[in-house]
């Protein structure tokens, strides 16, 4: 049966030193995908590296403010970035198509629908889609945090048989890779208690690290979506994963979830807030019931929201607890908080907890 692969690969991993692209590497990923796309199956790219790319080439623009430098190496970066892409795969007769996304793009449901309709016409046709965030358009509440997160909504949206996170290390260690005594993690298992000794490293022109991976692996594999992290740079890294020889760090996927849940998952940002109490918060956290949050739980309305809205579930202390789509509005809200015997302001089917407190 066929297969679906995310697979992003970081700017650490397809640019050189000085940003500009690493033909070799990339060579070396086109001809696993191509070798993937002859097995039957369906590959969605994720790639970064624009901005190095276009810093790269603009080596003497006057431009100093930080924001606007960006949008110009973005705006030139990703041109050079497609085009390398392009004729690398056009080398094996397959045709890739650009798409670029901001965070606003998976917020509203309809848009996010909008664009799980292009991706399916696109691999329905045997294009391959090469995505990365619109970074000409995207400041700050519109930005990801990064491609990783971009990378782990597209594998909900696409229900993916898996997604591959490729950076410059061979995993997920127990220390400092290359430091004594740090070992490769091989697999950890979605529901096992959050690690803590992951150490963040990143990239000269990137902006996530391993923890920004390992947070959005958790994410995907609690959705069902096995993930796996590994070295991009390592030759044949993508077709040993197809086959089955062990590479990186692999997360077990939990059951899977709805398409709402997955979709859901990835909105901790929503902007309309509510507090929920110690009863409340145990009671959601409850893994061996099902749980909708109700009115008589929730001390106090952060800020207003309508009838489905998302809103975010903050804890006692402000912590986060989750998000999920409002049954009605926060006026109704507000007359029934801490009432028994009314209906749930979130349904269990639109409710996401984040389990990072474990």
């Known amino acids: 049966m066929a297969s679906l692969f995310v697979v992003k690969v970081g700017t650490n991993v397809v640019s050189r030193a000085d940003g500009s692209p690493d033909i070799t590497t990339m060579s070396q990923l086109v001809d696993q995908i191509s070798q993937l796309k002859k097995a039957g199956n369906q590959v969605i790219l994720v790639s970064s590296g624009a901005v190095g790319s276009g810093r790269a080439a603009l080596r003497h623009i006057t431009e ?28 094996y007769h397959l045709f890739c198509g650009q798409v670029l996304a901001t965070r606003e793009d998976f917020r509203d ?24 965030e619109n970074d000409v358009i995207s400041v700050s509440e519109l930005m990801f945090t990064d491609n990783d997160e971009l990378a782990g909504l597209i594998a909900g949206m696409m229900n993916a048989s898996h997604l591959v996170l490729l950076t410059n ?4 260690f127990t220390g400092q890779p290359g430091e004594p005594g740090s070992e ?19 990239s000269s022109f990137g902006r996530g690290g391993m923890q920004t991976k390992y947070r959005i ?21 993508l077709t040993d994963l197809v086959t089955g020889k062990s590479r990186g760090t692999r997360l077990v996927a939990e059951s899977a979830a709805s398409g709402v849940k997955k979709w ?17 918060l145990s009671a959601l956290r409850d893994r061996t019931q099902v749980r909708s949050l109700l009115p008589v739980g929730v ?17 006692p202390a402000s912590e986060p607890v989750g998000v999920g789509k409002a049954q009605y509005g926060s006026d109704k809200l507000r007359d029934w908080m801490g009432q028994s015997g009314k209906k749930p302001v979130i349904h269990y089917d639109y409710l996401f907890l984040d389990d990072d407190h474990e």
């Not at 994410?219 to 890294?237: E, F, W, Y």
């Open 64 to 91: 100093t403010n930080p924001v606007i430098q960006r949008q110009l190496f973005a705006a030139v970066g990703q041109v050079r970035l497609m085009n390398r892409w392009a004729e690398l795969f056009s080398q």
């Open 299 to 315: 001390t106090d309305i952060v800020n207003d929201f309508n009838r489905g809205d998302l809103i975010r579930i903050l804890g």
């Open 169 to 172: 290390v061979d995993g997920i």
């Open 217 to 237: 692996a958790l994410k995907s594999a609690r959705m069902g979506i096995p993930v796996t992290i590994a070295n991009g740079k390592q030759p044949g890294v």
């Open 264 to 280: 859901l998952a990835f909105q901790a940002e929503a902007k309309p807030a509510i507090r929920i109490n110690h009863g409340a």
């Open 184 to 202: 490769q993690i091989p697999e950890i298992r979605a529901g096992e208690k959050k690690l803590t000794i992951v150490t963040p490293t990143k």
């Open 109 to 132: 449901r309809n848009h996010y629908l909008n664009m799980k309709n292009c991706f399916q016409a696109l691999l329905r046709d045997e294009i391959i889609p090469i995505v990365n």
